[in-house]
């Protein structure tokens, strides 16, 4: 189940054909098993892009003004960050039967912002597994999520429940 | 303190420049206290955008591949309402000093997808005041942020901790 994604940019358009057709059911998943995400770098343009249509604070938008600013620095939105990791995600292979599908979120913070020319990549564990008992045929598979920047430093770090399909019979 | 945002697109410039004068300290905050947005209208190539950038899955998409999905038919990113979100939320006058910025959520889900044409608003109910133990000059507010469509149906609650500044001595 441990498998490793090979960089964004390096994906050819066949490996990512054969990974849909991959797809894992709830039956297939345990806790403690463990994904890694390829990598992707944020560059300023893309934080004050995000900022300007989601998040227009002035941190998030302008170097001079962040400077002021409890981040010191151009800082991404946290909600960017939270972007790039589904991207990272959703581009790493880790397919569950029917997508990935958040229900519920019980934690996400950021220990520290994303600053521009940041790699992040997002290393993710499965915690527990159990079927729905009002979906039949579906269950939840709560995972961590940490994203990581280039020195290993936490970003993110999210506990989500996903939905997911049982094997079919 | 309850302060009513007009709509986002009628808020005129200095109506604005008013209200970021009018920052929030740590003590102007108390449980109770409520506070409405405007309203945003979530168009389908807007989903589509949004979904290509940062959650490229296809009932996010594709109208044809979501009516085979969970979702039925065409349904936003769950990030992307959470950044609808946070637009709306800047954007309405509630305004602490320092700036909104998020700490850590202790929940975060989406009881109902969003669709194309659906009309957003969002809702924000201070939780919980408190002072910082280890941050001088600082606390936290716990908001709790309801995402409603134009039915007052539910598309997202999000319960987030905010760092505040104290106000000046």
Redesign the interface.
Known sequence: MVRRATHASESAPRWRHLLRLMALYLEDFAPGQKHVSGTLRVESDAIKA?AA???????HLDEDAARG??FGSLAA????T???T??LL??SGFRPA?????????????PRPVRPGDELRVEAEVLEVRASGSRPGHGFIKCRTTTLNQNGEPVQVLVMNL?VQSRPA
Chains 1, 2 share one sequence.
Do not use: N
């Open positions: 995000f249509q989601f998040d227009p604070q002035p941190f600013s409890f939105s946290g909600w960017h939270a972007a790039l589904m991207r959703v581009e029917g997508g990935i599908i958040g229900s519920r979120a019980e934690e996400l913070k950021w939905l």
